[in-house]
T-cell receptor, first 113, second 115 residues
Framework: DQQVKQNSPSLSVQEGRISILNCDYT??????FLWYKKYPAEGPTFLISISSIKDKNEDGRFTVFLNKSAKHLSLHIVPSQPGDSAVYFCAASESNSGYALNFGKGTSLLVTP | EAGVAQSPRYKIIEKRQSVAFWCNPI?????LYWYQQILGQGPKLLIQFQNNGVVDDSQLPKDRFSAERLKGVDSTLKIQPAKLEDSAVYLC?????????????FGPGTRLLVL
């Protein structure tokens, strides 16, 4: 049972434009949400997170938005750069379950020059 | 600080053989996780340790998988006997207590191919 869903397997964006990656979840008990970036043959690298008590968190070019009523979060990358090309995983965790992560299937982002 | 270390990076075995993976978490990280990532999927939790105790192993196929973290630092994950469907990347992650405690840091993974 997939509790975290990333419905877009791939996304292509031009350099300098905004990339928007979306994620939906079903478990209302999730209280932390994270985005990881993964290059081939490497482990996932932590990018940015947000607690359920917030609706926005920003770190440089990366912003995560959380809409709890819709059980939806999104990652915005502005401006997009070719080095951002990677697979992005959305993950959700529950503090009462030791923060074990539930991952989506990932979205492959390609930023073209 | 040094990241999460895993070895080996790659392993090829035949079905019904056994295999073991090793993980050394970031220093001071009390919580350690093993995940299995099948091609085209997101990582899936296998087992979670807090120091040397098991917190959650509900998704570990215990008839063939085992894991231990005897001294509360490094950990081993074993598969015996391996099946074709065990072909995957096995990721180890660790988490520190306190600030940003929800963030896990991952190692490079061990890519297993079962023939």
């Amino acid at each position: 049972d997939q509790q975290v869903k990333q419905n877009s397997p791939s996304l292509s964006v031009q350099e300098g434009r905004i990339s928007i990656l979306n994620c939906d979840y079903t478990n209302s008990m999730f209280d932390y949400f994270l985005w990881y970036k993964k290059y081939p043959a490497e482990g996932p690298t932590f990018l940015i997170s947000i607690s359920s008590i917030k609706d926005k968190n920003e770190d440089g070019r990366f912003t995560v938005f959380l809409n709890k009523s819709a059980k939806h979060l999104s990652l915005h990358i502005v401006p997009s750069q070719p080095g951002d090309s990677a697979v992005y995983f959305c993950a959700a965790s529950e503090s009462n379950s030791g923060y074990a992560l539930n991952f989506g299937k990932g979205t492959s982002l390609l930023v073209t020059p | 600080e040094a990241g999460v270390a895993q070895s080996p990076r790659y392993k090829i075995i035949e079905k019904r053989q056994s295999v073991a993976f090793w993980c050394n978490p970031i220093s001071g990280h009390a919580t350690l996780y093993w995940y299995q990532q099948i091609l085209g999927q997101g990582p899936k939790l296998l087992i979670q340790f807090q120091n040397n105790g098991v917190v959650d192993d509900s998704q570990l196929p215990k008839d063939r998988f085992s894991a231990e973290r005897l001294k509360g630092v490094d950990s081993t994950l074993k598969i015996q006997p391996a099946k074709l469907e065990d072909s995957a990347v096995y990721l180890c992650a660790s988490r520190r207590p306190g600030e940003l405690q929800e963030t896990q840091y991952f190692g490079p993974g061990t890519r297993l191919l079962v023939l």
